[in-house]
């Protein structure tokens, strides 16, 4: 059974991030266009589950599927979309989990989601505490049941990405976030 565990921000992360990174860039090659760090984890000072959450955008989603035997090899659970249409999704660790790999096609609206609802908790440290306490609390209180965690905080995450988006919109033009560092764009 899976524990859900909620820690404080780990320094490690990006590095942890950036060594995966090379990997998936080995494996996909060219394929990958971009590849970002995202989740909580890619949140300096967000408290999280120590999950690395991995973003490569590539020109040709279909083109993905053909790479699952080599995830496979380097210890990735392929899961085709897992829910969401036009991602292809990977695992890594079992029950303990240790990365996730969600990879877009450029363009997709996801993309954005995740960058937005990143880079706007990163840059709203009240809220970020307040989110990071409320998934400890849900981690603490459902420790063997990530189903009730998950419900626990979607509502709360629905008000932030819908919040992030409008900031994402009316922002990106000005501002780039590196690992948790914000520079002004001119």
């Not at 035997?69 to 292809?88: A, F, V, W």
Request: net charge negative; glycine share 6%; aromatic share 10%.
């Amino acid at each position: 059974m899976r524990k859900v565990e909620v820690c404080s921000y780990n320094e490690k992360w990006p590095l942890m991030f950036l060594e995966e990174a090379e990997k998936l860039k080995l494996i996909f090659g060219n394929e990958i266009l971009d590849i970002y760090h995202i989740g909580s984890t890619s949140v300096r000072g967000l408290k999280a589950k120590p999950i690395i959450d991995i973003m490569p955008v590539v020109e040709d989603i279909t083109l993905v599927d053909k790479y699952n035997e080599e995830m496979q090899n380097n210890g990735y659970e392929p899961k085709g979309e897992n829910g969401l249409l036009g991602r292809r999704y990977f695992q890594k660790g079992g029950d303990n989990r240790s990365h996730h790999v969600h990879i877009y096609q450029v363009g997709s609206n996801e993309i954005k989601r995740h960058l937005a609802f990143r880079d706007y908790l990163q840059s709203h440290p009240s809220l970020k505490k307040t989110y990071g306490d409320l998934k400890e609390r849900l981690a603490q209180q459902f420790p063997h049941d990530i189903e009730s965690y998950i419900n626990g905080k979607d509502r709360i995450a629905k008000e932030i990405e819908e919040k992030a988006l409008e900031w994402f919109k009316e922002n990106q033009k000005h501002t780039l976030i590196i690992d948790g560092d914000s520079y002004a764009m001119e």
